[in-house]
């Protein structure tokens, strides 16, 4: 199968600090990217995703960047709030279905 | 635009008994998914149903099994219930295709297997 790994288990961060989270991926026909924000006692909630024709992705406080060369995806959260503490998970879609990471545990400390 | 909604919430049930678990998907998206999420292994994929067929498996054995409607809700059993299969069993569901598409997912149903 698949593997969608993240460098890191758990990362913490001082509040307004910025947030780089990692992931490996090895499949290189992957097209499709996503990352997802997993809280406590709830299910994963989409944050942004990317397709293999592009590299950089931004959204509101994330931007997610991709590179095909090293097979490597990153989300970058800036000003990170306490609201961000989660587990973030990244998944690659790939034969026909998605496969996630195994995630890593962002922590905000004030 | 409603979400996913997944019922009941939690479960508790005993080794050799079945399961059912019911998923209603976003309004006007026909692919739902299910995956099962423990600590020891993550999110793993167990099935996606298109229009009323399973369109992809992921490696589960034939204990698990589910079916969608035609009103694109979904449910998904598991019969003769072990000890590990105690999880979060989570529901998504995008448009069409969760390979193109983002999928969005219920809160889940925890369930305990004793």
């Known amino acids: 199968g698949e593997s969608v790994g993240l460098h890191l288990p758990t990362l913490s961060v001082q509040e307004g600090d910025n947030s780089i989270i990692n992931c490996a991926y090895s499949?290189?026909?992957?097209?499709?990217f996503i990352w997802y924000k997993q809280e406590s006692g709830k299910g994963p909630q989409f944050i942004i995703d990317i397709r293999s024709n592009m590299d950089k992705r931004q959204g509101q406080r994330v931007t997610v960047l991709l590179n095909k060369t090293v097979k490597h995806l990153s989300l970058q959260i800036a000003a990170t709030q306490p609201g961000d503490s989660a587990v973030y998970f990244c998944?690659?879609?790939?034969?026909?279905?998605?496969?996630f990471g195994r995630g890593t545990q962002l922590t905000v400390w004030p | 635009k409603a979400g996913v909604t997944q019922t009941p919430r939690y479960l508790i049930k005993t080794r050799g008994q079945q399961v059912t678990l019911s998923c209603s998907p976003i309004s006007g998206h026909r692919s739902v998914s299910w995956y099962q999420q423990t600590p020891g292994q993550g999110l793993q994929f167990l099935f996606e149903y298109f229009s009323e067929t399973q369109r992809n498996k992921g490696n589960f054995p034939g204990r698990f099994s589910g079916r969608q409607f035609s009103n694109s809700r979904s449910e998904m059993n598991v019969s003769t219930l072990e000890l590990g299969d105690s999880a979060l069993y989570l529901c998504?569901?995008?448009?069409?295709?969760?390979?193109?598409?983002?999928?969005?997912f219920g809160p889940g149903t925890r369930l305990l297997v004793l």
């Open positions: 998944a690659e879609s790939s034969s026909g279905r998605l496969y």
């Open positions: 499949n290189s026909a992957s097209d499709y």
């Open positions: 998504a569901s995008s448009l069409r295709d969760q390979r193109l598409e983002t999928q969005y």
